[in-house]
Nanobody
Framework: QVQLVESGGDLVRPGRSLRLSCAAS????????MSWVRQPPGKGLEWVSD????????YYANSVMGRFTISRDNAKNTLYLQMNSLKPEDTAVYYC?????????????????WGQGTQVTVSS
């Protein structure tokens, strides 16, 4: 049974940091690229970042470039998103998703598996 379980979301003030985690099980995590996708309140899905299966290639949306860092630990089957200098516009439910192929891509694509999401709220 495939599971993707996100954690680490919280309510934080602007300028602060958070690290999200996504624990994966039930599929060949180390052979799949992974994505972070977010959904702001009242809006559609937004692609945030991608990482290839080996962790050697990463891509970011322009809105988070230089502030967010995606990484993975294949030994632990875990994906991470380090979020620094958070802004109110980063407020969203953040999802991890399995990318079907080993290669990272830019933008949303078809995903076989999603997590349940974790809420990030940035507000003063």
């Amino acid at each position: 049974q495939v599971q993707l379980v996100e954690s680490g979301g919280d309510l934080v003030r602007p300028g602060r940091s958070l690290r999200l985690s996504c624990a994966a099980s039930g599929f060949a995590f180390s052979n799949r690229a992974m994505s972070w996708v977010r959904q702001p309140p009242g809006k559609g899905l937004e692609w945030v970042s991608d990482i290839n299966s080996r962790g050697s290639t990463t891509y970011y949306a322009n809105s988070v470039m230089g502030r967010f860092t995606i990484s993975r630990d294949n030994a632990k089957n875990t994906l991470y998103l380090q979020m620094n200098s958070l802004k109110p516009e980063d407020t969203a439910v953040y999802y991890c998703a399995e990318g079907r192929t080993p290669e990272a891509t830019r933008g949303l694509r078809d995903y076989d598996y999603w997590g349940q999401g974790t809420q990030v709220t940035v507000s003063s």
